[in-house]
């Protein structure tokens, strides 16, 4: 709580703070008549001040909250006697610091505190309000000394706009970074416990192996652990699901977008495309229940009424209703971007003699290629990444068949299988799921730039 009021102070002060800087530059230009004389307008001075009142302060506010608790209880653990730390694994010292945090905020302990143990408690509680006052004192000298030196700085030559807006840019440039590193790191994080992985198995069993069986004998009489990390099952049944999705949601959905947007009279797109949104919203549990409970049982009593045996967990089940939930994203996107086509290309086209449907198929579509391409590949990485869906409906079993009536399993699927519960990340079968990770950033990494190309390559002869 006392965080978050000084954060509301250090606010209250920036606040202040423009309205000083304003001021003064006012002032110092000889009143509102002189303002013309200024090298920038009076909000740019006041927002100068507030920056230098505001910005350092919270840049030592993030700082100390950030190691304000590592540095206490790193005194704590110094602290306590070496007879109450002595013959302890560093897991029990964690739970023993616990303990005596606990006990000095009113928290449960795990036993009786001993007198040691409450010595040690009313030190970390003292420590506390020093570091309370301490960060008080801290954050508000550094903000009336960013208000000084700004205050001190302002002169009518003074260009406090371009200051304020070098001030900006470098803070878009740190949160344009930080996305940027945050992708970095996860690239990272996966490639590094991968070569663990790869180090225990070879990379060419698990690129090219056809049997995925993680399971890693812990005793040499286990039963059912072959430990087979043969990844094209996985990939096989994930290319075979989403090509099952895309097949019904591509058509679907553009063709959908064209009526809706070339055809549809205004009062029906009303509340058509509203309608057909709202497929988006539904959780994809929902539609795992759907598949599992109606579609799955559907197809399969279909199938026997035709001849064909039909899994009560199949490809086929699991692919059409992802295909149902992926046309909103086909639709709605194709839809905004067929719009955005220039009115003054139909009506171009018109005037040539052409018909309604030629005009679609040879000026529009042609012209919103890109973004249909773009809303596409949008629905593939979705229909990729799905999990609910095809765990309800396709399964877990890792079959290599092509055969969309057999039950199959994806990557993502198996990532979730191996990270479920409590994991030793020293092992392969759990080094095995960011291996899966990696395989298919690069998958989805090379067909986004396949995909690119071929829209670069048809702007180009469009233009």
């Not at 560093?90 to 036993?111: H, W």
């Not at 994203?329 to 971007?337: I, N």
């Amino acid at each position: 709580m006392s965080q978050f009021l000084l954060l509301a102070v250090v606010l209250a002060a920036m606040a202040f703070a423009f309205q000083v800087g304003r001021n003064r530059a006012i002032r110092t230009a000889g009143g509102p008549t002189g303002i013309k004389d200024l090298h920038s307008l009076p909000a740019y001075y006041g927002w100068y001040v507030a920056i230098w009142a505001g910005l350092p302060a919270l840049l030592v506010l993030l700082a100390w909250v950030g190691l304000e608790e590592r540095i206490i209880t790193l005194l704590l653990v110094q602290g306590l006697p070496p007879s109450l730390t002595e013959g302890l694994s560093d897991g029990r010292v964690g739970l023993l610091v616990n303990d005596i945090k606990n006990l000095a905020t009113g928290g449960i302990t795990s036993g009786d505190p001993t007198p040691a143990v409450q010595a040690a408690a009313e030190r970390y509680r003292r420590w506390l309000g020093i570091a309370d006052a301490a960060r008080w004192a801290l954050v508000l000298v550094v903000v009336l000394g960013g208000l000084s030196v700004a205050w001190r700085r302002l002169s009518p030559a003074f260009r406090a706009r371009n200051r304020v807006e070098a001030t900006l840019l470098g803070i878009l440039v740190l949160f344009s970074s930080i996305a940027i590193l945050t992708t970095l790191g996860i690239v990272l994080s996966v490639l590094f416990e991968s070569v663990l992985f790869f180090q225990r198995v070879p990379w060419t069993e698990f690129l090219f192996g056809t049997q995925w069986s993680p399971q890693i004998a812990l005793r040499a009489d286990q039963v059912g652990a072959s430990g087979a990390f043969g990844a094209v099952p996985l990939f096989t049944g994930t290319l075979l699901i989403s090509a099952i999705a895309m097949l019904i949601a591509v058509p679907i959905g553009l063709l959908s977008a064209i009526y809706l947007s070339e055809y549809a009279a205004p009062r029906l797109r009303a509340w058509s495309k509203p309608t057909l949104e709202v497929l988006a919203g539904i959780p994809t549990v929902v539609y795992g229940f759907f598949a599992a409970l109606t579609v799955a049982p559907f197809m399969r009593e279909l199938g026997e009424s035709i001849g064909l045996d039909v899994a009560s967990e199949s490809a086929l089940a699991a692919g059409a209703v992802m295909g149902i939930m992926i046309i909103p994203f086909v639709s709605s996107l194709s839809d905004d971007v067929i719009n955005a086509v220039p009115q003054s290309l139909r009506d171009g086209s018109y005037a040539l003699g052409a018909t309604q449907a030629e005009t679609i198929k040879r000026v529009i579509l042609p012209a919103a290629l890109p973004g249909i391409v773009g809303g596409v590949l949008l629905a593939v990485s979705r229909a990729i990444g799905e999990t609910m869906i095809v765990v309800m409906a396709a399964g877990l079993a890792a079959n290599l068949t092509a055969n969309p009536l057999e039950s199959v399993t994806t990557v993502t699927v198996q990532i979730v299988t191996l990270l479920t519960g409590d994991q030793e990340f020293d092992s392969a079968k759990t080094l095995a799921a960011f291996a899966l990770g990696l395989t298919l950033f690069a998958v989805t990494l090379t067909l986004n730039v396949i995909a690119l190309h071929i829209v670069r390559k048809y702007r180009e002869q469009y233009e």
